[in-house]
């Protein structure tokens, strides 16, 4: 594959006519909902980026918690990306955690991956304290799959780890050791075995909650193959897992069509 192909199939907004209107909506949307129903911001680490919103139901606890961790090719975004989220979870009764982590070049993505399980933990805890939580659903999108995978892996070590109840991981990146010959790397400096350890699909499959995972119709070709991949993989070491392939969305845009999604029971 020459390198202006491969560039390409490792590029979702050349499959995604009108991404930056798609990804200014969410923003406004987030925005707008953040304003009429103020998050509890809090934070996790010592710069401004590594920090959460959490939006709580009315209403008395304990609740459904959903924790989501933005995409953005681990070099772009903010946790208020995914804020527009929140008034689809809440409606359903739920509260709802968007974490942030520090981007590339300036940390690594093993710190990414850190930051998130404290803003996991963080959630956690800043919801005991309102009735707590009744289950835990783990999300993340594109980048913030991969991470997602990773906290989840890291909360089930921990000596005192909190079960998470479903992965909900949507257009992921779930093998980066091709991202090593594209321009996605220039940030990362990523060598071969640094992109296999840190790729789900090489990872320990075996004991992970459910994962549902959910691709877009014209994700691209490369996106889509790997969620395929990954769903094999789970599979083959007994796991239970489900694909979404959601029709007429794009990358970007597949994030709005959650609600039509099940965050609950996956099937094998």
């Known amino acids: 594959m020459s390198q202006q192909a491969l560039d390409k199939e490792y590029s979702p907004s050349l499959y995604a006519p009108g991404f930056e209107d798609i990804l200014a909506k969410q923003a406004s949307q987030g925005h707008a909902f953040a304003a009429a129903h103020a998050p509890q911001h809090l934070q996790y680490g010592k710069d401004p980026a590594a920090c959460l ?11 459904p918690l959903m924790v989501f961790i933005h995409g953005g090719y681990w070099q772009e975004l903010s946790h208020t990306a995914t804020n527009f989220l ?10 709802f955690a968007s974490l942030g982590y520090e981007l590339a070049p300036q940390v690594s993505i093993e710190t990414m991956i850190e930051q998130c399980h404290q803003g996991l933990r963080a959630a956690i805890t800043q919801l005991k304290s309102q009735g707590g939580h009744r289950s835990l659903v783990l999300g993340g999108h594109s ?8 906290v989840a892996t890291a909360e089930a070590a921990a000596k005192d780890s909190t079960p998470i109840d479903e992965l909900l991981l949507v257009s992921g990146v779930f093998d980066l050791t091709p991202l090593t010959e ?3 790397n220039a ?11 840190l ?12 994962v549902h995972l ?8 490369a996106f889509r193959r790997q969620c395929h991949e990954f769903f094999a993989a789970i599979l083959n070491v007994g796991g239970t897992a489900n694909i979404m392939d959601l029709p007429g969305c794009n990358h970007f845009d597949v994030l709005d069509h959650l609600a039509t999604c099940s ?6």
């Not at 980048?143 to 990773?150: H, M, R």
């Not at 790729?199 to 459910?210: A, C, E, I, Q, T």
């Not at 959910?214 to 070709?221: C, L, M, N, R, S």
């Open 199 to 210: 790729s789900p699909r090489f990872g320990k499959l075996s004991g992970l909650p459910p």
């Open 53 to 63: 919103d959490l939006f709580v139901p009315e209403g008395k606890g304990p609740w």
């Open 263 to 268: 965050s609950g029971e996956s099937k094998q």
């Open 214 to 221: 959910i691709i877009a119709e014209h994700d691209t070709p």
């Open 86 to 95: 929140a008034k689809h979870y809440l409606e359903r009764g739920m509260a």
């Open 143 to 150: 980048a913030g799959a991969q991470l997602a995978f990773w």
């Open 187 to 197: 940030p990362l400096g990523l060598d071969a075995a640094r992109a296999h350890l």
């Open 182 to 184: 594209t321009y996605v």
